[in-house]
């Protein structure tokens, strides 16, 4: 079983749709959480960075995080053509020098 | 605010042939990371520094990779003699501490 789990899609959905992108873990010691967005031949970009259990949110995007499931979620309000893109999670434990782990992503088509 | 800049954007190179790879972090950033992206493997970790002093190189394929940050404004990665199989994307990212990494718009290598 790998660290960390995401389905890679693709995902295609309608403009103004909610889009719903997952990630779980088995790793129980992680406590910081990420979504990155990395746009065809950009490097990734934070999106969201949130500490142990619980909702963020910013704007149109909402990140979840249930420790006890060991499952992460990132939701996209009102979706438009510009959130076309691949979504990375990632996550580590945060004690001095330990790896951030990145899921595979999930490639998101937003379709006019 | 400056982000992460990555030297070359691209590089076509013919196989055997020396590559360098240069990476300026984010000015007050104490770690700096390199990773490799490909389709099938995703974002790979190379190598990483803390205050200019590798840590873990583990991620580091062959020994024809290597990699020096020889002051905290400044790394590079190396690849002596080059192989078809190393064409992929390099991302060089750098954060504070445990806080989230940012990361640089990647080079994108090609070995024939």
């Known amino acids: 079983q790998k660290e960390v789990e995401q389905d890679p899609g693709p995902l295609s959905v309608p403009e103004g749709a909610i889009v719903s992108l997952n990630c779980t873990y088995s790793n129980s010691a992680f406590q910081y959480f990420m979504w990155y967005r990395q746009y065809s031949r950009k490097g990734p970009e934070l999106l969201m960075y949130t500490y142990s259990s619980g909702n963020k949110e910013d704007g149109r995007f909402t990140a979840q995080v249930d420790k006890s499931s060991k499952y992460i979620s990132l939701f996209i309000r009102d979706s438009q053509p510009s959130d076309s893109a691949t979504y990375l999670c990632a996550m580590n434990s945060g004690t001095s020098y330990d790896k951030v782990i990145f899921g595979p992503g999930t490639s998101l088509s937003v379709i006019p | 605010d400056a982000g992460v800049i990555q030297s070359p954007r691209h590089e076509v190179t013919e196989m055997g042939q020396e590559v360098t790879l240069r990476c300026k972090p984010i000015s007050g950033h104490d770690y700096l990371f390199w990773y490799r992206q490909t389709m099938m493997r995703g974002l790979e970790l190379l190598i990483y520094?803390?205050?200019?002093?590798?840590?873990?190189d583990s991620g580091m394929p062959e020994d024809r990779f290597s990699a020096k940050m020889p002051n905290a404004s400044f790394s590079t990665l190396k690849i002596q003699p080059s192989e078809p199989r190393d064409s992929a994307v390099y991302f060089c990212?750098?954060?504070?501490?445990?806080?989230?990494?940012?990361f640089g718009d990647g080079t994108r290598l090609s070995i024939l």
């Open positions: 990212a750098s954060s504070f501490s445990t806080g989230p990494q940012h």
């Open positions: 520094f803390n205050n200019n002093v590798p840590i873990d």
